[in-house]
């Protein structure tokens, strides 16, 4: 809080209270200094007792003195710059050297590869069977007996990929796995699973929330007739070399519908048929790898079938269907 001057221009004594009650002499005012407001003149000449001290008496400042800042000049181009490919040519003998080849005869490699492969990362682990349906597969799990306990745990899309799901499966996406069941005893992963849990060389049952289903209902239902229609007449168990054969089949009937478009609009544009033709071997490849990813003994489960016969309807290129030209 701001302390108010005392009042002394007519005579009259401030007076205060001090701590006790009794008034106490105000303190002597100090000198003023400048100029004088009745003579507009200054009372004291610079430099003396009372006035202001001249830019000479004044003691100097402490710390340094800010510089102001000053932009860079911006330097004039005397010419424009040389080509990227001059640059490299002038760079090249100050250029690092390439990267050493690799050497499959290496002895550090030889080593690694010797410890990761079938060395001692090996004896670091157990193997549990994991079942799901028709699918077997081998689950390798880190041993806690031999490695950290808080670093061996086992995952979800690690027991997908003991099963072979993954990749181009087609039912991978609408798969999740949610527990491991060993007769009445079942271990849940919440995210992971402790491997301390399991036991090496026991079999268990996957539990799956499957969600296959929900892929289906976002098709029209003329869409899923057609679906259906398709699958059925391949017969059930459905084998998979006669779906493969049927996507190979229907792929060149659209390459020659293609061609008889291309004939019949007469165009020229030979480009846009070779993209035709190339987005259609595309669709064919894709349809044929997913079915290889869901074959179990030669056989393809009847949601899995759905599943490849939807994504090919809804991504692939009708040309029977569909102008091009």
């Known amino acids: 809080m701001r302390r108010s001057r005392p009042n002394t221009r007519r005579g009259g004594r401030a007076r205060r209270r001090d701590s006790s009650g009794a008034r106490a002499r105000a303190r002597r005012p100090r000198p003023r200094t400048g100029r004088s407001r009745r003579a507009g003149r200054r009372s004291s000449p610079p430099g003396e007792l009372y006035g202001s001290p001249s ?11 800010r510089r102001r800042r ?37 002895d ?9 492969g079938t060395g001692r ?14 699918r077997r597969g081998a689950l390798v799990v880190a041993d806690p007996q031999k490695l950290r306990r808080p670093k061996c745990a086992c995952w979800p899309h690690e027991v997908l990929a003991a099963l ?20 009445e005893d079942a271990f849940v992963f919440g995210p992971s699973l402790r491997a301390d849990r399991l036991t090496p060389d026991a079999s268990y049952e996957v539990v799956m929330a499957d ?8 098709l029209s239902e003329g869409d899923r007739d057609k679906v259906e229609a398709a699958v059925s007449r391949h017969g059930d168990p459905l084998r998979a070399d006669r779906l493969a054969a049927d996507f190979k089949a229907r792929a060149q009937r659209r390459l020659k519908s293609i061609d008889r478009q291309f004939a019949a609009a007469q165009s020229k ?14 669709d064919e490849r894709r349809a044929l790898a997913k079915v290889t990813a869901a074959t179990v003994d030669g056989k393809i489960d009847h949601m899995d079938s759905l599943l490849i016969e939807a994504s090919y309807l809804e991504t692939s290129l009708d040309t029977e269907r569909i102008p091009l030209f």
Request: charged share 30%.
């Open 121 to 134: 990362a090996d004896n670091a682990t157990f193997v549990v069977e994991v079942r799901w349906g028709a």
């Open 211 to 218: 969600e296959r289903a929900s892929m289906l209902e976002r």
């Open 55 to 65: 830019r000479a008496a004044r003691p100097a400042r402490r710390g340094r003195r």
């Open 269 to 282: 544009n030979a480009a846009l048929r070779d993209a035709h033709a190339a987005r259609v071997a595309d």
């Open 164 to 183: 072979g799901i993954g990749g181009d499966h087609p039912a991978a996406p609408w798969l999740r796995v949610t527990a491991l069941q060993r007769a």
């Open 108 to 116: 550090q490699i030889k080593r690694l590869l010797g410890e990761y």
């Open 70 to 106: 000053t932009r860079p000049r911006r330097l004039l181009r005397t010419g424009a710059a040389p080509p990227p490919a001059a640059r490299a040519a002038e760079d090249s003998d100050r250029a690092a050297p390439p990267p050493r080849e690799f050497q499959h005869d290496d």
